[in-house]
């Protein structure tokens, strides 16, 4: 690779985005995580226990069961693995996107690779952080396997229990639906970064409530076309298996097993809950990235014109 490649790559630009994408992700989570919380309740609980409740209802049980606490459960370890997570992917895309656009424009297909390939670095390099989460977020709440497996209090002990009781299969488990979703932030960012370009030729630059919708739009299109699959990924990450299948049952086998026994609907349980968080999450965290991203780029600029 050619020192200007290597520039490409280790650029204060790649940096700033990976950081902004990083801070903007754990704002917006900070903000919307009691979605999330009903969201993997209504994942991995039996169904009967919630049957035909909405979004809002489970909120509302939650609090009267369990305390205004359990909605923020395991708040901090999905703050930690998703600033990872975030900063990994932010870096990869926008490294690659400099690497690939010397000289040529970005289109909407090119967006789709370089996102694809970072969700597959992503999830290969921070699966194990989001499998310890999971079963924190879950601890003491058995799903319908009757799966309560977190003797830990935090990340770092998580990891190094799961790695020492699983080996490496646990600590990523859910590696496969987790590579077939990265279809889902590629999507996410393909017409993210398509609608947004489309809209500053059009407009000029976007206000703050412009990225909003822009973010907001991608995410809802991105997450109704791979749920089933996200829902697959959330029961394997926890280690949950029906007592009627196999304990290495794969992703097809869950799915198929859901749709015997619950409809078309058991893939798509929790869907609301999703679609509220992961919209209104990522809406909230593009709108900040784009304005830490323009805030620290304009601080480097005074400071180089300063010298």
């Known amino acids: 690779m050619s020192q200007s490649k290597l520039k490409d790559v280790f650029s204060y630009n790649s940096w700033i985005h990976a950081v902004s994408g990083a801070s903007g992700a754990v704002v917006a989570m900070s903000a919307f995580y009691p979605l999330d919380t009903v969201r993997m309740r209504l994942q991995l609980e039996d169904p009967e226990k919630r049957k035909n409740v909405g979004t809002w209802e489970t ?4 609090i009267t069961e369990e305390g205004f606490g359990t909605l923020y459960r395991g708040l901090v370890p999905v703050l930690e693995s998703l600033c ?32 694809s390939i970072a969700g597959a670095v992503n999830v290969l390099t921070t699966t194990p952080c989001w499998v310890v989460n999971t079963r924190l977020k879950m601890k003491g709440i058995k799903a319908t396997s009757g799966v ?16 020492q009781t699983e080996g490496l299969a646990g600590l990523w488990a859910g590696t496969i639906p987790s ?5 889902n932030p590629a999507l996410q960012f393909m017409m993210y970064e398509g609608i947004k370009r489309r809209l500053v030729r059009i407009y000029g630059e976007l206000p703050a409530l412009g990225y909003f919708a822009v973010g907001a739009v991608a ?3 991105a997450t109704v076309l791979t749920y089933p699959l996200q829902l697959v990924q959330t029961k394997l990450r926890h280690g949950d298996r029906n007592a009627n299948l196999p304990p290495d049952a794969g992703s097809i086998e869950i799915m198929l097993f859901l749709l015997k026994k619950q409809g078309v609907g058991g893939l798509f349980r ?6 509220l968080q992961t919209i209104l999450t990522a809406a909230l965290m593009f709108m900040a990235y784009e304005k830490i991203a323009k805030f620290v780029t304009s601080l480097l600029v005074r400071q180089v014109k300063g010298k």
């Open 270 to 275: 929790g869907l609301e809950a999703k679609l």
């Open 59 to 62: 909120l509302r049980q939650l």
């Open 84 to 115: 990872i997570s975030n900063f990994v992917y932010f870096y990869t895309f926008h490294s690659l996107k400099a690497l690939r656009s010397a000289g040529r424009g970005q289109n909407a297909l090119r967006d789709l690779l370089l996102g």
């Open 179 to 183: 590579l077939v979703l990265v279809i």
């Open 219 to 221: 995410k809802a299109v």
């Open 148 to 163: 309560d497996n977190a003797p830990y209090e935090n990340l770092v002990q998580g990891l190094i229990y799961v790695a």
